[in-house]
């Protein structure tokens, strides 16, 4: 599930509401699921991988993620991200291209305290996508870290990011094929809405 707060009563962000709600009523699994490709710029190298939206906080779109890992490395060394989500029971998807940017400390340690220690257990012992001998050891860091550490204090190599649209596409299947995609773009600061052909 993904945390609605203080919806922004734009265009883009109603319908998102809306495909949101529409999907929930038709039991779509794994809703908070949504794709990020990065740019890392020093690498030369794009890439792309699934992360858990938890909240919509007006303008917002925030995932929670290790600050060392190579997405964040990327986002840091290119703050342009494209986003995608498919929910495949209202056979709708949205496209984003946004600018990303770190939460703060304060947002990062209130979240953490509410999370379960076993989740908190392994953002603070997992370096995230390091190489490890085997996955033994992955167990015995986490449990190590479970009876030694304070699991309710965010390590500040984990937190969170927020991602602002600039572009919103939303592209909704139909049977005969006569696609229906609402292309909403911001310039300054309006949002304007286009048809865009299948
Ligand atoms: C459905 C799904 C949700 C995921 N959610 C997260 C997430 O919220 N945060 C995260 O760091 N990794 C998440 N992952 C794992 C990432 O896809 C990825 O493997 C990991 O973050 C390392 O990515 P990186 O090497 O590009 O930094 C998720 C994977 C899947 C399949």
């Keep these: 599930m993904i945390e609605f707060n203080n919806i922004n009563q734009e265009p883009p962000?109603?319908?998102?509401?809306?495909?949101?709600?529409?999907?929930?009523?038709?039991?779509?699994?794994?809703?908070?699921?949504?794709?990020?490709?990065?740019?890392?710029?020093?690498?030369?190298?794009?890439?792309?991988?699934?992360?858990?939206l938890k909240f919509?906080?007006?303008?917002?779109?925030?995932?929670?993620?290790n600050y060392n890992s190579p997405k964040s490395i990327a986002f840091i060394s290119h703050n342009q991200i494209s986003a995608l989500i498919y929910w495949s029971s209202i056979n709708v998807q949205i496209r984003m291209k946004a600018r990303i940017q770190k939460t703060s400390d304060e947002y990062n340690q209130e979240y953490f305290?509410?999370?379960?220690?076993?989740?908190?257990?392994?953002?603070?012992?997992?370096?995230?996508?390091?190489?490890?001998?085997?996955?033994?050891?992955?167990?015995?860091?986490?449990?190590?870290i479970k009876k030694d550490r304070d699991l309710k204090i965010c390590p500040q190599y984990w937190g969170g990011f927020s991602f602002s649209p600039f572009e919103i596409e939303f592209w909704e299947g139909n049977a005969s094929r006569l696609n229906k995609r609402d292309f909403y773009k911001?310039?300054?600061?309006?949002?304007?809405h286009s048809i865009l052909e299948p």
Aim: net charge positive; charged share 25%; proline share 2%.
């Design 13 to 52: 962000y109603l319908l998102f509401k809306k495909k949101y709600d529409e999907a929930i009523d038709a039991g779509q699994k794994a809703i908070e699921a949504i794709s990020i490709s990065s740019y890392n710029k020093e690498m030369q190298e794009v890439d792309s991988r699934y992360v858990n």
């Design 56 to 65: 919509v906080n007006n303008n917002e779109f925030i995932f929670f993620t």
């Design 113 to 144: 305290k509410h999370r379960s220690t076993d989740k908190n257990a392994l953002a603070i012992s997992s370096n995230q996508s390091s190489p490890i001998p085997s996955f033994d050891q992955v167990i015995k860091k986490y449990n190590k």
């Design 186 to 192: 911001l310039n300054d600061n309006i949002w304007h």
